[in-house]
Protein backbone atom coordinates (compact mmCIF):
# COMPACT_ATOMS: atom_id res chain seq x y z
CA UNK A 1 0.00 0.00 0.00
CA UNK A 2 1.14 3.36 -1.05
CA UNK A 3 0.14 6.30 1.30
CA UNK A 4 0.64 9.77 0.68
CA UNK A 5 0.61 11.82 3.60
CA UNK A 6 0.16 16.09 3.49
CA UNK A 7 1.79 18.35 6.44
CA UNK A 8 4.62 15.83 7.59
CA UNK A 9 6.15 19.11 9.46
CA UNK A 10 2.90 20.50 11.51
CA UNK A 11 1.96 18.61 14.60
CA UNK A 12 -0.26 16.00 13.87
CA UNK A 13 1.59 15.18 10.46
CA UNK A 14 5.13 14.49 12.51
CA UNK A 15 3.11 11.72 15.10
CA UNK A 16 1.36 10.54 11.46
CA UNK A 17 4.74 9.71 10.08
CA UNK A 18 5.71 7.21 12.75
CA UNK A 19 2.18 5.63 12.87
CA UNK A 20 1.82 5.37 9.07
CA UNK A 21 5.47 3.85 8.15
CA UNK A 22 5.00 0.67 8.93
CA UNK A 23 1.74 0.53 6.86
CA UNK A 24 3.65 0.63 3.44
CA UNK A 25 5.42 3.09 1.15
CA UNK A 26 4.88 6.41 2.68
CA UNK A 27 5.03 9.44 0.62
CA UNK A 28 5.45 12.23 3.43
CA UNK A 29 5.53 16.37 1.60
CA UNK A 30 5.69 18.87 3.17
CA UNK A 31 4.86 22.52 1.88
CA UNK A 32 8.35 23.01 0.28
CA UNK A 33 7.09 19.85 -1.31
CA UNK A 34 3.60 20.35 -2.66
CA UNK A 35 1.96 23.66 -1.59
CA UNK A 36 -1.98 22.77 -1.09
CA UNK A 37 -3.16 26.34 -2.27
CA UNK A 38 -1.89 25.65 -5.19
CA UNK A 39 -4.58 24.03 -6.93
CA UNK A 40 -2.11 22.34 -9.96
CA UNK A 41 0.26 21.88 -8.43
CA UNK A 42 -1.34 19.72 -5.74
CA UNK A 43 -3.54 18.15 -8.62
CA UNK A 44 0.36 17.01 -10.08
CA UNK A 45 1.71 15.52 -7.24
CA UNK A 46 -1.38 13.48 -6.33
CA UNK A 47 -0.83 12.05 -9.99
CA UNK A 48 2.42 11.25 -10.16
CA UNK A 49 2.48 9.69 -6.38
CA UNK A 50 -1.05 7.56 -7.23
CA UNK A 51 -1.19 6.51 -3.75
CA UNK A 52 -3.71 4.09 -2.39
CA UNK A 53 -4.56 6.15 0.67
CA UNK A 54 -4.27 10.10 1.06
CA UNK A 55 -4.25 11.22 4.90
CA UNK A 56 -4.55 15.26 4.96
CA UNK A 57 -3.56 16.86 8.45
CA UNK A 58 -2.21 19.79 6.43
CA UNK A 59 -4.18 23.62 7.54
CA UNK A 60 -4.65 26.75 7.72
CA UNK A 61 -4.80 26.87 11.42
CA UNK A 62 -4.04 30.52 12.23
CA UNK A 63 -7.56 30.81 13.69
CA UNK A 64 -7.58 35.13 14.15
CA UNK A 65 -5.46 35.92 11.28
CA UNK A 66 -8.05 34.10 8.73
CA UNK A 67 -10.36 36.70 9.56
CA UNK A 68 -8.53 39.11 7.55
CA UNK A 69 -6.98 36.29 5.42
CA UNK A 70 -10.24 34.34 4.46
CA UNK A 71 -8.92 33.55 0.87
CA UNK A 72 -5.86 31.83 2.15
CA UNK A 73 -7.74 29.93 4.75
CA UNK A 74 -10.60 28.74 2.45
CA UNK A 75 -7.97 27.78 -0.43
CA UNK A 76 -5.66 25.49 2.08
CA UNK A 77 -9.35 24.47 4.17
CA UNK A 78 -11.60 24.13 1.80
CA UNK A 79 -10.38 23.79 -2.00
CA UNK A 80 -7.35 21.24 -1.21
CA UNK A 81 -9.88 18.59 0.34
CA UNK A 82 -11.88 18.87 -2.78
CA UNK A 83 -8.94 18.33 -5.09
CA UNK A 84 -8.10 15.66 -2.89
CA UNK A 85 -11.43 13.87 -3.21
CA UNK A 86 -11.82 14.21 -6.92
CA UNK A 87 -8.07 12.67 -7.25
CA UNK A 88 -8.71 10.33 -4.81
CA UNK A 89 -11.71 9.53 -6.47
CA UNK A 90 -10.09 8.89 -9.81
CA UNK A 91 -7.04 6.53 -8.26
CA UNK A 92 -10.11 4.71 -6.16
CA UNK A 93 -8.45 5.96 -3.17
CA UNK A 94 -9.08 6.25 0.59
CA UNK A 95 -8.91 10.13 1.73
CA UNK A 96 -8.42 10.34 5.47
CA UNK A 97 -9.01 14.34 6.47
CA UNK A 98 -9.25 16.10 9.80
CA UNK A 99 -11.49 19.00 10.63
CA UNK A 100 -12.07 20.90 14.01
CA UNK A 101 -15.05 21.46 16.76
CA UNK A 102 -14.38 24.84 15.34
CA UNK A 103 -17.31 23.96 12.63
CA UNK A 104 -19.84 24.17 15.73
CA UNK A 105 -21.36 27.67 17.62
CA UNK A 106 -20.47 25.71 21.11
CA UNK A 107 -23.96 26.72 22.35
CA UNK A 108 -25.12 23.43 22.70
CA UNK A 109 -25.46 22.04 26.44
CA UNK A 110 -23.60 18.30 26.21
CA UNK A 111 -21.03 17.17 23.69
CA UNK A 112 -21.59 17.30 19.65
CA UNK A 113 -22.52 14.13 17.82
CA UNK A 114 -21.25 13.98 14.55
CA UNK A 115 -25.06 14.63 13.07
CA UNK A 116 -25.35 18.16 14.97
CA UNK A 117 -26.27 20.20 13.21
CA UNK A 118 -22.54 22.82 12.16
CA UNK A 119 -22.82 26.70 12.68
CA UNK A 120 -19.21 27.54 12.65
CA UNK A 121 -18.74 31.41 14.69
CA UNK A 122 -15.49 32.18 12.30
CA UNK A 123 -13.60 32.21 9.30
CA UNK A 124 -11.37 29.53 9.80
CA UNK A 125 -14.48 27.12 11.11
CA UNK A 126 -16.18 28.06 7.97
CA UNK A 127 -13.27 27.15 5.89
CA UNK A 128 -13.05 23.65 7.60
CA UNK A 129 -16.44 23.10 7.16
CA UNK A 130 -16.53 23.78 3.50
CA UNK A 131 -13.58 21.41 3.66
CA UNK A 132 -15.31 18.49 4.89
CA UNK A 133 -18.77 19.07 2.51
CA UNK A 134 -16.45 19.41 -0.58
CA UNK A 135 -14.31 16.01 0.17
CA UNK A 136 -17.49 14.28 1.15
CA UNK A 137 -19.39 15.41 -2.51
CA UNK A 138 -16.16 14.68 -4.01
CA UNK A 139 -15.21 11.35 -3.20
CA UNK A 140 -17.29 8.50 -1.28
CA UNK A 141 -14.31 6.94 -0.06
CA UNK A 142 -13.66 9.23 2.77
CA UNK A 143 -13.26 9.70 6.91
CA UNK A 144 -12.96 12.89 8.34
CA UNK A 145 -12.07 13.02 11.93
CA UNK A 146 -13.15 16.25 13.52
CA UNK A 147 -10.96 17.01 17.37
CA UNK A 148 -10.22 19.49 19.36
CA UNK A 149 -7.15 21.46 20.94
CA UNK A 150 -4.68 19.12 19.65
CA UNK A 151 -0.99 19.09 21.19
CA UNK A 152 2.02 17.52 20.37
CA UNK A 153 5.98 17.21 21.07
CA UNK A 154 6.83 18.69 17.80
CA UNK A 155 4.93 22.00 17.04
CA UNK A 156 3.52 25.21 18.94
CA UNK A 157 0.39 24.75 21.72
CA UNK A 158 -1.20 26.02 24.19
CA UNK A 159 0.97 23.57 27.07
CA UNK A 160 4.45 24.92 25.72
CA UNK A 161 2.56 28.35 25.78
CA UNK A 162 1.80 28.16 29.20
CA UNK A 163 5.28 26.32 30.06
CA UNK A 164 6.53 29.69 29.06
CA UNK A 165 4.71 32.26 30.38
CA UNK A 166 4.83 30.57 33.75
CA UNK A 167 8.37 30.42 33.40
CA UNK A 168 8.18 34.31 32.99
CA UNK A 169 5.57 35.52 35.12
CA UNK A 170 4.27 35.06 38.44
CA UNK A 171 0.53 35.20 37.53
CA UNK A 172 -1.16 34.26 34.43
CA UNK A 173 -4.87 35.02 32.90
CA UNK A 174 -6.73 31.92 31.56
CA UNK A 175 -9.87 31.23 30.12
CA UNK A 176 -12.58 29.80 32.29
CA UNK A 177 -15.46 29.60 30.39
CA UNK A 178 -14.30 27.19 27.12
CA UNK A 179 -14.55 23.91 27.61
CA UNK A 180 -12.71 20.86 25.34
CA UNK A 181 -10.54 17.93 25.98
CA UNK A 182 -6.71 18.06 24.94
CA UNK A 183 -6.05 15.75 22.48
CA UNK A 184 -3.01 14.37 22.16
CA UNK A 185 -1.28 14.64 17.96
CA UNK A 186 0.14 11.13 19.13
CA UNK A 187 -3.25 9.61 20.03
CA UNK A 188 -4.84 11.05 16.48
CA UNK A 189 -1.62 9.23 14.81
CA UNK A 190 -2.52 6.01 16.36
CA UNK A 191 -6.42 6.09 15.85
CA UNK A 192 -5.78 6.97 12.15
CA UNK A 193 -3.31 4.27 11.59
CA UNK A 194 -5.85 1.83 12.88
CA UNK A 195 -8.48 2.92 10.65
CA UNK A 196 -6.22 3.30 7.66
CA UNK A 197 -5.05 -0.93 8.38
CA UNK A 198 -8.42 -2.04 8.39
CA UNK A 199 -9.27 0.13 5.25
CA UNK A 200 -6.86 -1.48 3.64
CA UNK A 201 -7.94 -5.18 4.55
CA UNK A 202 -11.21 -4.35 3.29
CA UNK A 203 -11.96 -5.79 0.47
CA UNK A 204 -12.40 -3.12 -2.10
CA UNK A 205 -13.79 -0.65 0.29
CA UNK A 206 -16.58 -3.09 0.29
CA UNK A 207 -19.00 -2.41 3.23
CA UNK A 208 -16.46 -0.34 5.03
CA UNK A 209 -17.92 2.61 7.46
CA UNK A 210 -16.96 5.49 5.38
CA UNK A 211 -17.91 9.40 6.69
CA UNK A 212 -17.79 11.61 9.59
CA UNK A 213 -16.20 10.65 13.57
CA UNK A 214 -15.62 12.68 16.05
CA UNK A 215 -11.74 12.06 17.92
CA UNK A 216 -10.60 13.16 21.01
CA UNK A 217 -9.31 12.09 24.43
CA UNK A 218 -12.00 11.36 27.14
CA UNK A 219 -13.61 13.48 29.73
CA UNK A 220 -13.29 17.45 29.30
CA UNK A 221 -11.66 20.12 31.19
CA UNK A 222 -11.19 23.96 30.69
CA UNK A 223 -8.34 26.59 29.44
CA UNK A 224 -8.08 27.24 33.30
CA UNK A 225 -7.91 24.14 34.60
CA UNK A 226 -5.70 22.95 31.51
CA UNK A 227 -3.27 25.54 32.43
CA UNK A 228 -2.78 24.41 36.04
CA UNK A 229 -2.93 20.78 35.21
CA UNK A 230 0.35 21.52 33.03
CA UNK A 231 2.25 23.85 35.75
CA UNK A 232 1.42 21.43 38.14
CA UNK A 233 3.67 18.65 36.82
CA UNK A 234 5.97 20.74 35.54
CA UNK A 235 6.40 21.86 39.32
CA UNK A 236 6.52 17.95 40.19
CA UNK A 237 8.84 17.37 37.26
CA UNK A 238 11.07 20.07 39.33
CA UNK A 239 10.99 22.44 36.63
CA UNK A 240 12.01 26.12 38.02
CA UNK A 241 8.89 28.15 37.11
CA UNK A 242 7.35 31.44 38.48
CA UNK A 243 3.85 30.80 38.51
CA UNK A 244 2.06 28.17 40.57
CA UNK A 245 -0.69 26.20 39.99
CA UNK A 246 -2.79 28.56 42.27
CA UNK A 247 -1.37 31.74 40.67
CA UNK A 248 -3.32 31.06 37.38
CA UNK A 249 -6.89 33.03 37.37
CA UNK A 250 -9.66 32.19 36.11
CA UNK A 251 -11.27 35.01 33.37
CA UNK A 252 -13.79 34.66 31.06
CA UNK A 253 -13.82 35.05 27.08
CA UNK A 254 -14.87 38.55 27.32
CA UNK A 255 -12.33 39.58 29.26
CA UNK A 256 -9.73 38.05 26.39
CA UNK A 257 -11.43 39.29 22.88
CA UNK A 258 -9.73 38.12 20.22
CA UNK A 259 -10.55 38.44 16.12
CA UNK A 260 -12.24 34.92 15.92
CA UNK A 261 -14.93 34.46 18.20
CA UNK A 262 -14.02 30.74 19.63
CA UNK A 263 -17.31 28.18 20.75
CA UNK A 264 -17.82 28.01 24.80
CA UNK A 265 -18.47 24.59 24.02
CA UNK A 266 -15.63 22.27 22.20
CA UNK A 267 -16.46 18.84 24.06
CA UNK A 268 -17.21 16.09 20.96
CA UNK A 269 -19.35 12.85 21.53
CA UNK A 270 -16.89 9.94 20.52
CA UNK A 271 -19.03 7.26 21.23
CA UNK A 272 -19.33 6.48 17.09
CA UNK A 273 -16.15 6.16 16.27
CA UNK A 274 -15.49 4.14 19.64
CA UNK A 275 -18.39 1.86 18.79
CA UNK A 276 -17.61 1.47 15.01
CA UNK A 277 -14.03 0.97 15.04
CA UNK A 278 -13.97 -0.83 19.05
CA UNK A 279 -11.12 1.38 20.08
CA UNK A 280 -10.82 2.96 23.37
CA UNK A 281 -9.71 6.71 23.92
CA UNK A 282 -7.26 7.46 27.10
CA UNK A 283 -8.33 10.63 29.20
CA UNK A 284 -6.51 13.39 28.19
CA UNK A 285 -4.49 14.09 31.07
CA UNK A 286 -2.83 11.03 29.94
CA UNK A 287 -1.94 12.28 26.72
CA UNK A 288 -0.55 15.93 27.73
CA UNK A 289 1.38 13.94 30.91
CA UNK A 290 3.04 11.89 27.71
CA UNK A 291 3.77 15.52 25.77
CA UNK A 292 5.07 16.82 28.75
CA UNK A 293 7.37 14.35 29.42
CA UNK A 294 8.78 14.62 26.31
CA UNK A 295 9.25 18.16 26.59
CA UNK A 296 11.00 17.93 29.65
Not at 175 to 181: I, L, P, R, Y
Not at 234 to 255: N, Y
Not at 270 to 276: A, E, K, V, Y
Request: charged share 25%; net charge neutral.
Amino acid sequence: MKILLTGKNGQLGFELRRALAPLGELVALGRDDCDLADAAALRACLRAVAPDAIVNPAAYTAVDRAESEPAAAFAVNAEAPRILGEEGARLGALVLHYSTDYVFDGCKEGAYREDDLPNPRNVYGRSKLDGERALAAANPRHLILRTSWVLGVHGANFAKTMLRLAAEHERLNVVADQHGAPTSAALLADVSAQLVRRHARARQGEGFPYGIYHAAAAGETTWYDYARFVIAEAIAAGKPLKATPEAVIPVTTAHYPTPARRPLNSRLDTGRLRSTFDLDLPPWQEGVRQVLRHIF
